[in-house]
């Protein structure tokens, strides 16, 4: 039986710890709730240690990134509990939020349903716990994503959950590959990563044409006598043009030809008796 093939250049991993966490470090929040960007300053100069070693360009632009945070909406969020019987984990609405909650849920997911907001939720909750990673921060995450997408219907909602489980499953094949020192489950790995991959540019796109309505806008450049260029924007509906009675606006694929004519009325075509004979030039003839 032939043994797997090494990656090249790849070490073994140091076996994990037993019951060995990783240390977390508290968030701390540097959005300051004002749009006075002196007051924010104020409040940055207390809360960021390396304030007063900071050029003036960069305290400026910290404070407005702060007051650009500040603008951002705020995104669905939900808790994780352990089961205190079975010890299977659940999620719920944060503690104190219950209403906030509610409203904000159903916006993320554009719908006044209950029954949509239950089943995208278990969609997400399920996709993580599959792998046992069903942790807050990474149903927070792609409920972030979803409002992200600002879907305007349920439509958009439920492909909008699909796109943020893509990601998610399209970057954990490839830390599988990069954890794997067998060639073969290297590119199973990446296979997969590549497939998932493709199928969220693929959904992402059609996300896009979904949210535009199905409106093409398509530029054509007009020139006229004196070089002067103009550019009009036809917006296909269906696939019929805007028209207007500017002719500087047309939008005719078929305008006039560029000829000797500056009226644009192309170039002309010789009548009567038809084209003279054409010298024999191997005649040597004048």
Known sequence: MTANPKRPGKAKADAPKANKQPERKASVGFVIDSDDPVVVAEALAKKLPEWESLTGVRRAELVEQSMVSRARPTRAKIAVTADAQSGDTQIAPPAGEQGSFALTIYEAFATSSGD?????????????KGRGADSADNINSALAFVGGCSPENEHQSAMATQMALLHDAAVHALRCAGSTDSMHHYEV????????????????EAYAKLQRGGVQTVKHVNVYEGGQAVVADT?????????TANPAHATSVSASMLGYDPCGNGVPIPSGDGQEAVSDARRGEA
């Open 189 to 204: 790995y990446t296979n997969q990563a590549n497939k998932l991959s493709r199928t969220f540019a693929t959904m992402t």
């Open 235 to 243: 917006v296909h509906t269906g696939g019929s043009n805007v028209k």
């Open 116 to 128: 949509v907001v239950q089943t995208r939720l278990t969609e997400i909750y399920r996709h993580f």
